[in-house]
């Protein structure tokens, strides 16, 4: 009954989504839970940056650039990097952004698109826990992520992902001080972001702390209430 609910919504609702919270809050492993149900594409600028680099398109060669010169993509570029995807056939139906917007200048480049956000869905999760998640993840190169505590191995054991048995390892940015800069990043740029969308009251806070399936549910029921009540 209740899919059935959702299965109605998905034919006649566009879902354009924006995951927000922290580092290690688990949007990435939210968007890929919810992107089948609503059958919309994830759209990140990560995986849009390598897809331009590949295709050595204009675009591309202008993010390899500021890639090679060991900064950020400048927000410009990205703003440009998504809208060009957002422009295309695959998202007509709505889309799942992830990883973006994290800076109020995307945002406001966001809102030049010819449709809004409908939904965005705020991952809370406090910053001790951040922190631990964090310096505990590991991962593998197939995108399948594993926590180091719950592997329960020593430092120094070799670790295989149980998907495709590839090595596992710590991300860069996953050293301790690189993850202090990422948090105060997110409070300085990030939060200002979440309180807009507050504002516009589209904004859907779940407690990101729980089990993975428990807060896919809640995500999947907070959706279809929030598009009832619209
Ligand atoms: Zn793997």
């Not at 999760?125 to 593998?140: D, G, N, Q, S, T």
């Not at 009251?201 to 702390?209: A, F, N, P, Q, R």
Request: contains cysteine; hydrophobic residues 40%.
């Amino acid at each position: 009954m209740y899919h059935g609910h959702i299965f109605v919504c998905v034919l006649t609702r566009m879902y354009r989504i924006a995951f927000l919270g922290p580092p290690g809050s688990g949007k990435g492993t939210q968007a890929q839970l919810l992107a089948p149900t609503l059958e919309v594409p994830i759209v990140g600028p990560g995986a849009l940056y390598r897809k331009e680099i590949a295709a050595n398109s204009e675009l591309g060669q202008r993010v390899r650039d500021a890639v090679e010169s060991g900064g950020m993509v400048p927000n410009a570029i990205t703003n440009e990097v998504i809208a060009k995807y957002l422009r295309e056939p695959a998202c007509v139906r709505g889309y799942i952004l992830d990883g973006y917007p994290r800076e109020q200048e995307q945002l406001a480049a966001l809102d030049t698109a010819p449709l809004p956000l409908t939904h965005a869905i705020y991952l809370a999760i406090p910053e001790a826990v951040v922190y631990h998640r964090l310096a505990e993840r590991l991962v593998c190169i197939c995108g399948a992520q594993f926590n180091r505590r719950e592997l329960a191995l020593d430092h120094g054991d070799e670790a295989r992902c149980d998907a495709c048995d590839g090595a596992l390892e710590r991300r860069k940015d996953d050293d301790p001080a690189r993850i202090a800069q990422r948090i105060a990043h997110y409070r300085a740029e990030t939060e200002p972001v979440i309180a807009s969308l507050r504002e516009r009251g589209i904004l859907v806070e779940i407690d990101g702390t729980r089990a993975i399936a428990v807060v896919h549910q809640e995500i999947v029921e907070r959706i279809a209430a929030a598009t009832e009540a619209a």
